[in-house]
C-alpha cells in the first residue's frame, strides 16, 4: 500500500526569520503527534534556509527537500545548487518542472530531464510537477501532463519519482480543479509512470488546502501544498484528511 505523502513548497514567500518560525511550528506538530506516523510530510524551503531545516526537523519524521536544483553534476556553475550539495543536506526530494520555473526561467522539457537525471543519479526522489497551462476538457488535460512526465523521465533509469499534478490555471486560483477533472489525469499520469516502468505517488497541487484531499478521495495519493500551508492549523488539518483517507493500492487506478 502507498504511504500518503503532503509536500510544502514555500517558495518565496517567506523570509529567513519567517521559515525559521515556520519550521519550529512544523517541528512543534511533529513534537505534538500531529504528524501522523502513517502520513509522509515533506517540506521544501528556500534553498539557504535548508541548513534550518536540518537543525529543527532532525529527529521528527519530518522530510526535507529542495524548490530546484542544478542540472549539472558541479563545477564551474555560478549560482548552482547541485543534487550532489542536497543529498549532503539530507535532502529526500527535490522539485523540478514546476510551472512557474518554465515560465520565469523558460526551462524546457530538457532541463527537466536532465534535472532528473542528476537527482536520480544522487539517490533524490524528484517531484516531477505536470499540468496544462488553459483550462481544457480532462482528456487533453491528461494527455498534456502524462506526455509531460514521459519527457522528464526519458533517458534515466527507471526508480521512484513523485509526480505532482498541478493544473496551471488552479495555482493561486479560489477553488483547486474538480475531481472527476483530478481523477482522470491522475489515471492518465499513473499508467504513463508504470508503462515507463517507473514507481511512485501521484499528488495534486494548485489551490489545494484543507477539504481538498476528502474530496479527491483515492484518485490521489496526496496533495503538494503552496500558500495554505502556511497556518499551521491548516496544514494540521490536511495532515489528519491524509491519515484518515483511504489507502490505495501501489498502482491502482482512479
Known amino acids: 500500500m502507498t504511504t500518503p505523502l503532503v509536500a510544502v513548497s514555500l517558495k518565496a514567500y517567506l523570509g529567513a526569520a519567517q521559515t525559521r518560525v515556520w519550521l519550529g511550528g512544523v517541528r512543534a506538530l511533529a513534537d505534538a503527534g500531529r ?6 510530510l515533506a517540506v ?32 564551474a556553475q555560478t549560482g548552482a545548487v547541485t543534487a550532489a550539495l542536497l543529498a549532503e543536506l539530507g535532502c529526500r526530494f527535490a522539485a523540478v518542472g514546476h510551472a512557474e520555473r518554465r515560465s520565469l526561467f523558460r526551462e524546457t522539457d530538457a532541463d527537466v530531464r536532465a534535472k532528473v537525471a542528476r537527482l536520480k543519479a544522487d539517490a533524490l526522489t524528484p517531484i516531477v510537477c505536470v499540468g496544462e497551462v488553459e483550462r481544457i476538457g480532462a482528456r487533453a488535460a491528461a494527455v498534456a501532463a502524462s506526455d509531460q512526465l514521459a519527457a522528464a523521465l526519458a533517458g534515466t533509469e527507471a526508480g521512484e519519482v513523485v509526480v505532482a499534478y498541478e493544473p496551471v490555471w488552479a495555482i493561486g486560483a479560489p477553488q483547486p ?8 489525469v491522475a489515471h492518465a499520469v499513473r499508467e504513463r509512470m508504470q508503462d515507463l516502468g517507473w514507481r511512485g505517488r501521484v499528488l495534486y497541487g494548485g489551490a489545494a488546502g484543507p477539504g481538498t484531499l476528502g474530496a479527491l ?38
Open 44 to 75: 521544501l524551503p528556500s534553498m539557504p534556509l535548508l541548513p534550518a531545516a536540518v537543525e529543527l526537523l532532525s529527529g521528527t519524521h519530518v522530510a526535507w527537500g529542495a524548490q530546484d536544483v542544478a542540472p549539472g553534476s558541479g563545477g
Open 177 to 184: 480543479a474538480g475531481g472527476d477533472h483530478v481523477a482522470a
Open 35 to 40: 504528524v501522523p506516523a502513517d502520513v509522509e
Open 217 to 254: 478521495g483515492a484518485s490521489v495519493d496526496g496533495l503538494f501544498l503552496g500558500r495554505f500551508a502556511h497556518d499551521l492549523g491548516a496544514l494540521a488539518e490536511v495532515l489528519d484528511e491524509a491519515r484518515t483517507a483511504a489507502p490505495r493500492a501501489v498502482g491502482a487506478g482512479a
